[in-house]
């Protein structure tokens, strides 16, 4: 299975406050794990404007996510931005959650999140 993960899983993921049956999802060996670069991003900005704290350091925690073994890094491409053109006008305005939606799509992947917009959407597979 293919799993895009939205921000705030990826936060709650790493601070261990996922619940048991999503956790048991991204620990299945076979699935393929995608983090849209958007997302480093958003928890970049979160940080600076001092929404989100890291314990650890930034530095730290951005770089462990950047090379863990289980996690790709989905970059921008030709074929994202094609999708993007075709979702956004059938999803809310966040650029964001657009590219991560696009993202989830590019890949043929569900995505999981907690976003009510998102999965009201239809637009993608929700976990």
Not at 74 to 102: N, T
């Amino acid at each position: 299975m293919r799993i895009v993960l939205d921000t705030h899983i990826v936060i709650h993921a790493a601070n261990g406050k996922l619940e048991r049956a999503r956790n048991e999802l991204l620990d299945e060996p076979t699935a393929k794990l995608f983090i849209s670069a958007v997302t480093l991003w958003e928890i970049t900005k979160l940080v600076e404007l001092g929404h989100l704290a890291m314990p650890d350091g930034f530095d730290r925690f951005m770089r462990e996510l950047c090379n863990h073994p289980r996690y790709t890094i989905a970059q921008y491409d030709a074929e994202l931005m094609l999708e993007l053109l075709e979702i956004a006008p059938k999803l809310h305005r966040d650029p964001a959650d657009q590219i991560i939606v696009a993202t989830a799509r590019r890949f043929n992947a569900a995505l999981m999140t907690d976003d009510k917009r998102i999965r009201r959407s239809r637009l993608v597979e929700v976990l």
